[in-house]
């Protein structure tokens, strides 16, 4: 698909590409499980059904990621998920048998009295699925949002082992076959998240529908977020763009860094672009430069958000 210039605006590129017609044939549809640029899913686990599983392959779906984040019923409760444990490893095996070859699950670990040992235990069944793909993130809590104002008050207590957790699930997966390709993910040989590292190498991307971003060329927009909204606006006006920002080459510098640094790769950058907060996190050994490009070493990418609050 040819990227469209940035010299269009977000409703001559949205026109263009809602013109033209996607159609899949046989050959499209058995290779829908191959690890290809294509769609993916991400489903709750209460939500899945053979029979949604079985329409999203037939209309190419290629991957499918299941929001797990625990196997203690406790910790899902925390979390307020609808799921139950079970109900999360019936889903996965749903998945397997409605034909999914690639299958990514979600994992959240630095939960109230997760301990190193419980968490391990819980990867430790996940590996025995024979997944391709397991992102793992740690439980942050916001300034602002409803988790953070009950750690603030007290009300609710972290542990503090988010950094062993993270050495200690390297560890295992790497040791499973997984390669740590970014902060939060591992992947089987082949099996990186295309759809996202889209976003970690900041390419250009479309979205389409209600609440959906765009941004194209330093150009970037958002579409009405309510789907009734969003069908009075496109009836209308043949567009749903709510807001609308250009970004500058200072703000798109930072942000490629930002992304950039969360993958293991690390990310180009212009050597005439580093700043004295990058050459302090360099003497700190939180990240390398050199040969043009930017990488959080091993000790940095544990403590990646310090370093981005640094940048």
Known sequence: MTTPSARNGPQEIQKKFSRKKFSRNNT???????????????????SVTTAKLKDYIC????????????????ELKFLERAHTADKARQAVETTMNAGFKNISVDMMFALPDQTTKSWLAQLHEITGWGLNHISC???????????????????VTLPDNGVEIFDETERLLEEKGYEHYEVSNYAKPGYECLHNLGYWEYRDFLGFGAGA??????????????VENYITKISGSGSAIER?????????ATERLMLGLRLKEGVLFDKA???????????????QIAC???????????????VLASL
């Open 213 to 226: 971003h765009s941004s194209i060329g330093g150009k970037r927009w958002g579409n009405a977020k309510s």
């Open 292 to 306: 043009g490009k930017i990488k959080a070493t091993k000790r940095g990418w544990r403590l990646l958000d310090t």
């Open 59 to 74: 209309a190419g779906v290629n991957r499918a990621s299941i929001g797990v984040q625990s196997l203690n019923d406790d």
């Open 28 to 46: 499209e549809q058995k290779s829908a499980n191959q690890q290809s640029p294509g769609e993916r899913f991400l489903m709750n686990p209460e």
């Open 244 to 252: 609308e920002e250009v970004l500058s080459q200072d703000m798109m």
């Open 273 to 287: 672009l580093v700043s004295p907060a990058m050459k302090a996190l360099e003497v700190d050994g939180l990240i």
């Open 137 to 155: 993130y740690e439980l942050t809590p916001e300034k602002g949002t409803p988790l953070g104002r009950l750690v603030e008050n007290g009300s």
